[in-house]
């Protein structure tokens, strides 16, 4: 448990000074957290799911036309950090998040400067979607209010998440439906200017005028620089993919790139903490001392999830998201074993049950949350997309993550399901021990699977008349 900063609830002003000082905010100090009000803009790649499957198969060739387009989008939305326009927070696969604060304090002008960015982006993304061929289509969430944020990451990359409401719910609108276009939540609707919304065909939704007028009022210099390069570039990047060496936790994101990317058969897990967001929420409203006892929390469930996944389990955390942990697991050595690879994945989640009761038992917190997960199946690449250096994206696309994702988004409240080729592959004592869809800790899971590590194997092994099919001596 790191010692935290006792500096942590920030008034807006000075966390936003201190955030824009550090650059990037992925540098912002792991032992301080700010209170940040402003602006969470959210883009969804519509058309990615469409581009991961070729004829209906995954193949190396849709892989590359995949991370292709990923990396074209990835490289225009870095030119986000290079003003005072926004910063980008993060990526994840289809999904790419911004922050807007400025200018303090106003949050009509903070809605409309996030407008205006969405507007710019939407027109970026059909001018390289006609220089490159890729279909273009793109849906903005964008919700205002106040997050916690922090950077995390002492045995691991550094990731910067923000925590709270109006983060979750902008991914959340984002993703809500098929629809391209700018959208805003009922409260970013409200604080925004006047005239900024109208009524049509029962719903309300953005005026044109307002868009139009928005993304006029704004220069993006260095975004504009970033599309007519990225646009005008004849030469791809040439994604070249290799078998890894397992365990998949030996595998470094730093020694990844588009020419050096791994890609095999791996079961995918999305672990996510139910109930989380009302938990920061509830401690932002409960001021320094509650921030402070949930950022011990966060530091403390983070750095367990990811050495279940990576140490316990020789899985390979691919990032955080939000209050969720994207990870991969794999086995077979020369050929993939889907079988085997969902029965780790099944493992390592009930390990990251029996963890995460641990974590809460150890920072004596007895707040209501709990783990969903969602495991699936099948070909998935991993590299490294946009700059190069430190601030590349660590990345893994493919259906399978796609679907582990909405598979565990599908459970209400906390539990574990399989995607559908998870189930088909998956052994039958694998899916008899889930099939209530509760996880259990690791010591009964790994009992019900007759794992080497399991207590009660441990056991016969010294003691083989333990065994409840040993005859018992006659008297």
């Not at 911004?98 to 949050?107: F, H, L, N, Q, Y």
């Not at 409401?165 to 925004?192: C, M, S, V, W, Y």
């Not at 991993?382 to 796609?402: F, H, K, W």
Request: glycine share 8%; with cysteine; proline share 4%.
């Amino acid at each position: 448990m790191p010692d935290v900063d006792s500096n942590i609830a920030l008034d807006s002003a000075r966390a936003q000074t201190t955030v824009r000082k550090s650059g990037l905010i992925g540098r912002l100090p792991i032992r301080q957290a700010f209170l940040v009000e402003g602006v969470h803009l959210y883009g969804q790649l519509l058309d990615f799911d469409g581009l991961v499957a070729e004829g209906g198969s995954e193949t190396e060739t849709s892989h590359r036309r995949l991370l292709r387009f990923l990396n074209m989008h990835y490289r225009v939305w870095d030119a986000v950090v290079d003003n005072d326009d926004g910063d980008r927070v993060d990526y994840h696969g289809a999904r790419l998040h911004a922050v807007i604060t400025s200018p303090a304090g106003d949050a009509a002008a903070q809605i409309t400067r996030a407008v205006a960015l969405a507007g710019k982006l939407t027109e970026a993304s059909e001018r390289l979607g006609q220089a490159h061929g890729f279909p273009s289509r793109i849906r903005f969430g964008i919700d205002h209010g106040r997050c916690l944020a922090m950077t995390t990451g002492r045995s691991h990359e550094k990731d910067t998440l923000f925590l709270g409401r109006p983060a979750n719910h902008a991914a959340k609108l984002a993703a809500a439906e098929d629809e391209a276009g700018i959208f805003l939540t009922e409260t970013a609707q409200q604080r925004a200017r006047p005239g900024a919304v109208r009524k049509s065909a029962g719903r309300t939704v953005l005026d044109e005028t307002y868009i139009r007028d928005a993304v006029r009022s704004f220069a993006f210099d260095s975004l504009e620089r970033r599309i007519d390069e990225v646009a005008q570039d004849a030469v791809e990047p040439i994604f070249r993919f290799k078998r890894p060496e397992l365990p998949l936790a030996s595998v470094k994101f730093a020694d990844l790139s588009p020419a050096n990317s791994v890609r095999m058969g791996m079961a995918s897990i999305f672990a996510d903490i139910d109930g989380f967001t009302d938990f920061v929420d509830q401690a932002i409203e409960g001021g320094a001392v509650e921030i402070k006892k949930a950022v011990r929390t966060v530091h403390v469930i983070r750095e367990e999830l990811n050495s279940v996944l990576n140490d316990d389990f020789d899985g390979k955390r691919v990032r955080f998201v939000g209050d969720c942990i994207q990870g991969c697991v794999a086995e077979g050595e020369r050929t993939d074993d889907g079988p085997g690879s969902v029965r780790q994945a099944v493992m390592c989640a009930n390990g990251m049950q029996s963890s995460f009761d641990l974590c809460l038992e150890a920072v004596d917190s007895d707040t209501e949350i709990g783990l969903a997960i969602g495991v699936e199946y099948g070909p998935t690449p991993m590299t490294r997309l946009g700059y190069r250096g430190e601030d590349s994206v660590r990345c893994a696309a493919s259906r399978a993550t796609i679907n582990a994702e909405r598979t565990q988004q599908s459970i209400e409240g906390s539990g574990i399901r399989l995607g559908l080729v998870a189930q088909q592959v998956a052994d039958a004592a694998v899916r008899r021990i889930i099939a209530t869809g509760r996880l259990m800790s690791f010591d009964s899971a790994s009992d019900l699977l007759g794992a080497p590590q399991s207590p009660a194997v441990q056991i016969i092994r010294s003691a083989p008349a333990a065994r409840s099919h040993t005859s018992r001596p006659k008297r």
